[in-house]
């Protein structure tokens, strides 16, 4: 969730209002912001709503703010100048990045403040919203540099070169890549293209060459700077025109006039923007109150509506709804019931206990679980819980076993959490190998998940929990961990037999399958001397285990 | 006086040995005829750590023999084997060297001519009248004599041994020096007085079922313990504390009314994300980190009825009231297989299953999320995943079912709620709880289902839920500051654990 600082003294102007300490909670809460904390005039905060970025600087969060302590009421009216600003579209860039939206503000005093916010602004949405740019990149130019008309077009690397920010001589945009910080950092975005994507004015100076990089020339904003030119290059239109929408917003509510521009795709396929055309949605009046468990009249409704920054009228038993165009996260009725809500005030909200007479109960393989740790600790033996999560090495190699399938993870974080384990017994032998300066005998247990690859289940695997009894002392032997098999089972009114079995991680002679009814259920062994090496241990260990989820079948 | 008796009756057998061989002229003992040395010193340490004896230490040298001494022993040291050679005949020093290594060759000769025994002329050395004499040397009656006594006190050695121990000391190997610490008890005044009130009885120590039978019990005193005195440790079996903890979060769950759920750890996005109307290919989608899975990478869709009711929920928002995402919804990535990275799955199976309504449910179990594990993060966490079901549900009464958990699951006293955002649910909330050490917590997420989500799935009412991770809530409760403790592969640590409250 993107955290945002902002100016508290920037804030006060924006609101209109001096703020006190005490009420910081309650008015972010209004933007759907949550307080963290205040480093001498700055104040950090939280937003909580991903789908929000008109609320991620402080201009958006002062407009909600404004809001919710009814200073301004309903959808804010941004007037947009027409113009001639026109920006052509090659079709060329289909493939690479093909939508551009723009707009021009004009007059805008710019201050560091202003500057600091407009970054943070940019940072924040091509970020989280513009998925790190790929869905949405921001351009800010300073407008007076610009030569009309604009061509936003695609060149191939070698052909085209200009200075972008930060560096002092020109670069061809294959350089731009691999020499600019920036451009190393997003050449993947341009990955397989043998044409680059670049923004060029009427007297062949480069804006800038989206999603990287900014020119020298234009793509400098300073406090000189008095008017600007936006773009947001990306694929879906709804996505950059909101992105846009928020952007141009914020330096409206500082002044800046806003100018249209003509973004020209084709001979009949023309966007003027920026569109603040409202959205518009219907609601039932009578879910209002259903769903929010308020008891508003339809004038409070309408009030509450207004200061979340929404217009509303009301037409028989249904309310219509209009939203502000930097908003795209409006898809059901509920999106403006919650709306209404935060503007009414969370902290203005009573709960309310619902009177529902239904009755709990545990997970039968739960409560056999418990049931069974419960009796094991009965023998002095401590639970353990390890993690479901190691690699192969681990479950086979170490257990002097060939690789079997297993579900493999695709992007571990390290090679030594690469997979599910498929049983557990690897596990507790680490447990044990990580133990050995404990004091012996060490007898110990887990009742835990694995993961068993599974070509018939729905997730191609079976989630099965499994239970490892397992002693380890000098004389740790199969004769004393089957005594406690046989009265674990018996325990559980269960007739067992151990069939010999070959299995290479235990001793030969020394191993066996655990069948109940027929249905194997578990293994229990000793385990091979070159498997105990391999987890350094140099006592011997006895162990079972068992199948908990098969177990609970057999049980009833 | 009463106190002296319950001393003397506290006494153990060796003890009392020990304490008896104190005569009235005896008041200092360093050992004790029939018993053991080792048994010895420990009964006088416990006779000293009831203040009946004084402990002495005093530092002694000892002679022993060293290396090249025990081997002489068993011959003749060089000197005395070249005197024998000699006796026979004169002998050139070139035949001498056939039967002596250098260095003794040269140490004896020097030895023999400075006393005396040889005279060296020509190449060729003879024994002298006095030499013919001689049999043996004060060095080697020395040697024989700590060969015999092992070892003599530096302190203890007689004049001629006094010589020739200065000499043997000159030469390499031959005897060595040891320092050793030996103890000796004195008798205190506490002492005498529990001597003189020693009584003769038989006492018993240990109780066996031998004397329980014989009756030998009635006749005899039984030895007083030392009941503050420390013991050796046990350990017991324990439950794992973080499980046990678990124990009891199920157990106050289902005391409030949830029924238990599950789902597997393995997931496909379907289930952990279409069924809940997280866009495909949008940032709602990756709020939280996943894993995703190399093999197998794609797992089975639910009924095609199902399929193509979330399908459309997505593309246009179908009969659910909604205007979708505007996207084309693709099944192969829905099939995708991942590590669940939440527990929202388990509701949405859940609630595809068309409960009877009003129903209230909850799933405890494993997660996995990507991060490097540190002490406050894991790579695997267990998530608690609640809804509630009601055709009156609504987001007041929401607030009331999560105060009721912080105050019964997280002994909450104080709550706040504030905006919060997720993709499937809305309206959202985050609740936070004022703990009295570490300030505001955030306990749990929660909202009301979105439509598209629970419509889709078959539930006309509104569903109600919240999700906490009770990771941190488990480490406030057993008093731990690092989270991997909870999954502590330190033995000693569990076994030293306290008992969860």
């Not at chain 1, 399958?513 to 391999?534: A, D, F, Y």
């Not at chain 2, 203890?156 to 000159?170: C, R, V």
């Not at chain 2, 909450?412 to 505001?440: C, M, N, R």
Request: net charge positive; proline share 5%; with cysteine.
């Amino acid at each position: 969730m993107p955290k945002v600082e902002v100016s508290k003294k920037d804030m006060e102007k924006l609101v209109g209002k001096k703020i006190k300490q005490s009420e910081l909670d309650d008015l972010l809460s209004y933007a759907k912001c949550e307080y963290e904390s205040t480093d001498g005039d700055i104040i950090k905060t939280e937003c909580k709503d991903t789908n929000r970025p008109d609320l991620w600087c402080a201009e958006g969060i002062a407009r909600q703010i404004r809001g919710g302590i009814g200073k301004a009421k309903g959808v804010p009216e941004y007037k947009i100048r027409s113009s001639n600003f026109l920006v052509r579209v090659d079709p060329n860039l289909k493939k690479i990045r093909p939508r551009i939206a723009c707009a021009v503000v004009k007059n805008i005093k710019i201050t560091d403040e202003v500057i600091k916010q407009v970054i943070q602004m940019q940072e924040k949405i091509t970020g989280t919203f513009g998925r790190n740019r790929k869905e949405a990149a921001i351009g800010v130019y300073d407008f007076d540099k610009i030569k009309w008309p604009v061509r936003y077009g695609a060149y191939a690397p070698s052909k085209l070169s200009f200075i972008p920010l930060e560096m002092d001589r020109e670069l061809n945009l294959l350089q731009v890549l691999q020499k600019h910080p920036k451009g190393r950092e997003f050449a993947h975005l341009l990955e397989g293209h043998k044409k680059y994507p670049i923004l060029i004015d009427a007297d062949k100076n480069v804006l800038s060459m989206p999603p990287v990089i900014n020119s020298n020339h234009s793509g400098k904003v300073t406090a000189d700077t008095k008017n600007l030119f936006i773009e947001v290059t990306g694929f879906d239109d709804q996505t950059i025109h909101t992105a846009l929408n928020a952007v141009v917003a914020s330096l409206a509510d500082r002044g800046g006039n806003l100018h249209a521009v003509k973004v020209k795709y084709g001979l009949r396929d023309n966007v003027v923007c920026p569109n603040f055309k409202s959205g518009k949605i219907k609601v039932a009046i009578a879910n209002v109150n259903q769903l929010s468990g308020l008891n508003l009249t339809r004038q409070q409704i309408l009030e509450n509506l207004k200061k979340a920054r929404l217009n509303a009228s009301i037409s028989g038993n249904t309310l219509l709804v209009e939203y502000p165009a930097y908003r795209q996260d409006i898809l059901h009725e509920v999106d403006i019931i919650e709306d209404l809500l935060v503007a009414y005030g969370y902290h203005n909200l009573e709960s309310e206990d619902p009177e529902i007479a239904v009755i709990g109960g545990e997970l039968e393989l739960e409560v056999l679980s418990r049931r069974i740790r419960e009796f094991l600790v009965g023998f002095g033996a401590q639970g353990v819980i390890t993690y479901t999560l190691t690699n192969k090495d681990k479950l086979f190699n170490r257990m002097n076993i060939k690789n079997q399938k297993c579900i493999e993870i695709a992007n571990p974080v390290s090679q030594n959490w690469s997979v599910l384990r498929n049983w557990l017994t690897p596990s507790i032998m680490e447990f044990l190998g990580n133990n050995t300066n404990s004091e012996y005998p060490q007898m110990i247990f887990e009742a835990g998940d694995v993961v068993v690859p599974n070509s018939k289940a729905e997730t191609m695997s079976d989630t099965v929990r499994k239970l490892v009894f397992a002693k380890a002392h000098q004389r740790a032997n199969f004769t004393e961990i089957k005594q406690i098999l046989k009265t674990l089972l018996n325990g559980l009114e269960l007739e067992f037999e151990v069939d010999e079995l070959d299995h290479d991680s235990f001793i030969p002679g020394r191993v066996g399958l655990i069948k109940v009814s027929n249905k194997i259920v578990g293994i229990i062994g000793e385990l091979h001397p070159s498997v105990l090496k391999r987890w350094r241990l140099e006592n011997p260990v006895a162990l079972f285990e068992l199948n908990l989820t098969e177990l609970l079948k057999l049980v009833v | 006086m009463k106190d002296i008796i319950k001393l003397a009756d506290s006494l153990q057998d060796n003890e009392i040995k020990v304490l008896r061989a104190f005569k009235p002229k005896v008041d200092h003992l360093a050992d004790l005829k029939g018993l053991p040395k080792n048994e010895f010193l420990r009964a006088g340490m416990w006779l000293d750590n009831k203040g009946l004896i004084k402990t002495h230490k005093t530092k002694t040298r000892w002679i022993q023999l060293d290396m090249l001494g025990e081997r002489y022993v068993k011959g003749k040291l060089p000197e005395l084997a070249l005197l024998a050679l000699l006796k026979k005949k004169p002998l050139p020093l070139d035949t001498l060297r056939k039967h002596f290594p250098q260095d003794e060759l040269r140490f004896a000769m020097g030895y023999l001519k400075q006393k005396g025994y040889v005279e060296y002329r020509h190449g060729t050395l003879a024994i002298t009248d006095t030499g013919l004499k001689v049999r043996v040397t004060l060095e080697f009656k020395f040697l024989l004599k700590l060969a015999k006594l092992k070892e003599i006190g530096v302190g203890t050695l007689l004049p001629e041994d006094q010589y020739a121990y200065q000499n043997l000391k000159k030469r390499k190997q031959l005897v060595r020096e040891v320092e050793r610490t030996s103890i000796h008890f004195t008798i205190t005044d506490i002492g005498k007085k529990v001597l003189q009130n020693l009584s003769d009885e038989k006492r018993i120590g240990m109780i066996t079922s031998s004397i329980i039978k014989s009756g030998s019990w009635e006749k005899a005193k039984f030895r007083r313990y030392d009941v503050s005195a420390p013991v050796p440790k046990v350990y017991p079996g324990k439950k794992q504390p973080y499980n046990q903890y678990l124990d009891d979060v199920r157990a106050k769950l289902v005391r409030l009314g949830y029924k238990e759920m599950t789902g597997p750890l393995v997931e496909t996005e379907f289930w952990h994300f279409d069924a809940m109307f997280q866009p495909q290919n949008h940032p709602a989608r990756t709020w939280t980190d996943t894993y995703s899975l190399k093999s197998p990478k794609y797992g089975k869709l639910p009924s095609k009825k199902l399929v193509s009711t979330v399908k459309v929920a997505h593309e246009t928002g179908g009969k659910t009231g909604s205007i979708g995402w505007n996207y084309n919804w693709s099944e192969k990535v829905a099939s995708q297989l991942l590590p669940r990275g939440h527990g929202t799955g388990m509701s949405a199976r859940k609630i595809s299953e068309k409960p009877a309504v009003p129903c209230k449910y909850f799933g405890l179990g494993r997660s996995y999320r990507p991060d490097m594990p540190d002490a406050s993060h894991l790579i695997e966490f267990n998530q608690v995943d609640v809804f509630v079901i009601d055709k009156n549900a609504n987001f007041k009464q929401l607030l009331g079912i999560l105060k009721q958990f912080a105050k019964e699951l997280a002994g909450a006293t104080e709550v706040k709620f504030v905006p919060d955002y997720y993709p499937f649910t809305e309206p959202s909330v985050q609740i936070s709880a004022k703990h009295p050490v570490l300030g505001w917590m955030e306990l749990a997420g929660a909202g009301i289902f979105r439509p598209e989500f629970t419509q889709s799935l078959g539930i006309k009412e509104p569903v109600m839920a919240f999700a906490f991770g009770v990771d941190r809530l488990a480490m406030y409760k057993l008093g731990i500051n690092d989270i991997r403790y909870l999954f502590s592969q330190d033995l000693d640590w569990l076994r030293k654990e306290k008992i969860v409250k």
